[in-house]
């Protein structure tokens, strides 16, 4: 079973919640699986390269790559993949507009380690796996679209995971996941952010994804 499978007890590190859901070196990697030139006009584009990179990473884990070389070579893709800053406004809610610039940038220090760590942790073995990416997109409103992945495993059902895409100024990147086609990663993530919010301010939140980062990237992250 990998991390993947059992990605709930990670994710309970940071809140006591169930939370949802990521090579030798970059160069190798960015060789393995090259971004796209065509990632600003196709919403799947980016998606694709994701896919790459995260069976890139899988095979990694069983070559014996270290954690903290696999997260080296993800960390790049998941920030050109992912509007990180959408992501993290979304988790923290009403509040983010009235964060300090330096509270801020603290937050999304932290959540970008987090998320990196998360993917790298859940991505870390390989065992004939491989995506499908469903033709086409669904339009959700507000320009949005929806790209719909399934990560194909060995006698077992595939594992959804849909990705809502919004194009701006640098093409097309990832605002949130859906996993089984309906449950919202950012809205899970705001719910379990509130509590440590509540409890402890920006301090606590940060506190929190920094140790969950560190905790699954065994304190490299």
């Given amino acids: 079973m990998t991390t993947y499978e059992t990605t709930a007890s990670h994710d309970k590190a940071l809140t006591g919640r169930r939370s949802l859901l990521a090579l030798a070196g970059a160069a190798l990697f ?14 799947a584009a980016p998606i ?21 070389t696999r997260y080296a070579a993800l960390a790049p893709v998941i920030e050109q993949v992912f ?11 009403f509040s983010w507009p009235t ?3 330096q509270e801020k940038a603290r937050l999304a220090s932290a959540f970008l380690r987090y998320t990196v760590a998360t993917y790298v942790a859940n991505f870390d073995s390989y065992n ?3 995506f499908e990416i469903e033709p086409g997109v669904r339009e959700v409103g507000n320009g949005e679209v ?8 060995r006698d077992r059902s595939p594992v959804v995971l849909d990705y809502v895409m919004r194009r701006g100024a640098a093409g097309w ?9 309906s449950i919202s990663r950012v809205a899970v993530q705001r719910s379990d952010f509130q509590e440590l919010l509540a409890s402890g301010g920006v301090p606590a939140l940060a506190a929190g994804l920094e140790r969950n980062a ?3 990237s065994g304190g490299v992250a």
């Fill in 83 to 93: 509007d990180l800053r959408t992501v993290l406004a979304g988790s923290v809610g």
């Fill in 48 to 68: 694709e390269q994701l896919d790459g990179a995260l069976l890139a990473t899988m095979k990694a884990g069983n070559g014996g790559r270290s954690f903290s």
């Fill in 173 to 181: 990147k990832a605002v949130d996941v859906l996993t089984d086609g």
């Fill in 99 to 101: 964060l300090p610039p």
């Fill in 30 to 43: 960015a060789t393995a699986v090259p971004w796209p030139a065509a990632a600003a006009a196709a919403p």
């Fill in 128 to 130: 004939g796996q491989f």
């Fill in 214 to 216: 560190a905790n699954l």
């Fill in 146 to 153: 929806v790209v719909r992945t399934r990560l194909m495993r």
